[in-house]
């Protein structure tokens, strides 16, 4: 058995206990900034929609504040945020490399994103509805607890699953900060040192990895519609 | 008692131009009344009903229920005070995510009432509405009427004084609007609760209303009872939508269609007589006939019955000598017929 799996990827075996590093890095990443990054783009996604005009808390200058500063950091590419945002990323978690350096940069470019795919989940829920919620003398906070966020479970849990899979997509370039991971793994022997056997594997790891969270994200979604 | 005084509603269209939705309206609507406002779209009724929970904030004016201005109340008095005014939709605005059960218990949740309560209170409630086999349904698995019944029922879920209706049977059909109207009839027979409804079908004022509004461009351009407002229209507006349910006033297109036999003949008199009093019980018609000599030829007739008594009128032929004929014309006035001659074919003094 040793001898099969050595011959068909002699790469990937040797460095087995790389490579189990790289996935545990990547887990960590993963939920660090995913899990950072759900609450903020939570708290963004629902200001923003409480906030805009015809909102139930009706703000302009957070609103306006808020949806040019999500937009600026969208259009930032991450590889430039990686390097960017390391003065910041020294600041707030003491260094600026290894998995704690990607840790920020990985939440800014993945809460944007996020923050738009909670408030286009948020619009979708009929305005009449909120108005009903009103006019039964609802709480601004519970209409955003029992209505808005009541009823767009199932296109938030969407949105939460597609921005894990782009969160994924981003740790792979968290190498660029030496904080490692998969992607990192896959550059370094896989495409530097030509060892095929190693970028294959790391595929094979990202689709089970994306197939799993997709499934999830579904199964949630599937459950919270009527 | 709800009393809208000097109510003004201006809109900042996209052009930041000021649109003014509501033009000094003032209206009051006494305890267990069912009123009816009615007025084509973009005429303001929507606007209005919705100044009474406050849903929409007059710019200027007086929203005052049972002695209480709700604008100088706080947010929270506010919410307090909307509990206690149920609103009913025309697409019903359940929440999906829920069952029956759940939309209904919907706004019990800080009631102070325990799980037991809330379960027993539902359960009276979607017995109210004849409901009560669909509690675990979702709104999904329901029909038009069954989902207004349900929002019904969420909106009586804490006993409001009050229930606003916009366009609640608009997207309903006939029978369904029927039993609906009917439901709410019966909620404000057997729990005295005053309704506010707006449409724009005058079947429905004509079903259950006892007082109308008609609105028209953002002002009240004719208000009253609604036997008064059938019987004697004074507004085009009103004219118009009375045209929609009844047949009487359609006799000026049949008039210009000239259709053989309508038309007076020489020496005959066309008229409307219309029914302007509750209490009609003369035969009048036959002791016209025998007392002034004159022959009334019936060509047109629709009466209903709108709030009790009788509605409408004919179209009536008079026939005969001329003098007679204006000594009947007028006794009839005298018995509070409406008498509006349409066309006059004697031959003049």
């Not at chain 2, 001329?322 to 003094?349: C, F, M, T």
């Amino acid at each position: 058995m040793q001898e099969i799996l050595t011959s068909f990827m002699p790469n990937l075996i040797d460095k087995w206990y790389e490579f189990l590093q790289a996935i545990v890095d990547t887990i960590i990443m993963e939920l660090w900034a995913g899990g950072i990054g759900f609450v903020l783009g939570f708290t963004f996604g629902i200001t923003l929609t409480v906030t805009r005009e015809g909102g139930i808390c009706e703000n302009k200058p957070v609103f306006k504040i808020l949806d040019a500063v999500t937009n600026l950091f969208r259009s930032i590419p991450f590889i430039i945020l990686l390097t960017a945002l390391m003065p910041l990323s020294r600041a707030i978690m003491g260094t600026a490399i290894n998995i704690q350096g990607a840790i920020v940069p990985l939440v800014f470019g993945s809460v944007p994103f996020f923050t738009r795919q909670v408030q286009s989940a948020l619009a979708q829920v009929q305005p009449g509805l909120v108005e009903a919620a009103e006019s039964m003398g609802l709480s601004n906070f519970e209409i955003i607890t029992r209505v808005y966020l009541r009823e767009s479970a199932g296109q938030l849990a969407r949105a939460t699953t597609i921005t894990a899979i782009s969160l994924l997509g981003l740790t792979a370039m968290a190498g660029v900060v030496g904080a490692g991971g998969l992607g990192d793994f896959a550059i370094r022997y896989g495409h530097d040192r030509n060892m095929k056997d190693i970028t294959w594997a790391t595929v094979v790891i990202l689709v089970i990895a994306v197939s799993l969270l997709q499934l999830v994200g579904d199964t949630i979604a599937k459950k919270s519609t009527h | 008692m709800i009393e809208l005084r000097n109510i003004v509603k201006t809109f900042k269209d996209d052009k930041e131009k000021e649109v003014e939705a509501l033009k000094n309206v003032s209206i009051t609507i006494g305890d267990s009344e069912i009123y009816g406002i009615i007025g084509f779209s973009g005429a303001g009724k929507s606007t209005l009903v919705r100044c009474i929970n406050l849903l929409e904030k007059p710019t200027s004016g007086e929203v005052k229920i049972d002695g209480v201005d709700l604008l100088k109340l706080s947010h929270k008095e506010l919410r307090s005070e909307r509990k206690k005014i149920g609103m009913i939709f025309q697409h019903f605005n359940l929440m999906p995510s829920r069952t029956v059960f759940g939309n209904v218990s919907f706004p019990l949740k800080k009631s102070g009432l325990g799980k037991k309560e809330i379960q027993k209170k539902v359960r009276e409630l979607l017995n109210l509405v004849e409901l009560s086999d669909k509690e675990n349904a979702y709104p999904s698995e329901l029909s038009g009427g069954q989902k207004q019944r349900v929002a019904i029922a969420r909106a009586l879920a804490n006993d409001p004084k009050i229930l606003l209706s916009d366009e609640a049977t608009s997207a309903l059909d006939p029978q369904t609007t029927e039993s609906i109207l009917k439901l709410l009839k019966h909620l404000n027979e057997k729990l005295g609760i005053t309704i506010v409804l707006i449409t724009h079908e005058m079947d429905v004022i004509k079903r259950i209303c006892s007082r109308i509004a008609v609105m028209e461009n953002g002002k009240v351009v004719e208000e009253g009872d609604v036997f008064d407002i059938f019987a004697n229209p004074k507004h085009s507006l009103t004219k118009d939508f009375i045209k929609t349910t009844s047949n009487l006033y359609k006799l000026d297109e049949i008039l210009k269609d000239d259709i053989n036999g309508i038309s007076p003949a020489d020496g005959e008199v066309l008229t409307r007589l219309t029914y302007i009093q509750k209490e009609v019980s003369e035969p009048l018609i036959s002791t016209v006939t025998k007392k002034f000599d004159v022959d009334l030829n019936i060509l047109l007739a629709d009466v209903e019955i709108v709030s009790g008594s009788p509605v409408g009128g004919t179209v009536v032929k008079f026939s005969g000598e001329s003098i007679k004929i204006d000594e009947a014309i007028q006794y009839l006035r005298d018995r509070h017929v409406g008498v509006e001659v349409i066309k006059d074919a004697r031959n003049p003094y």
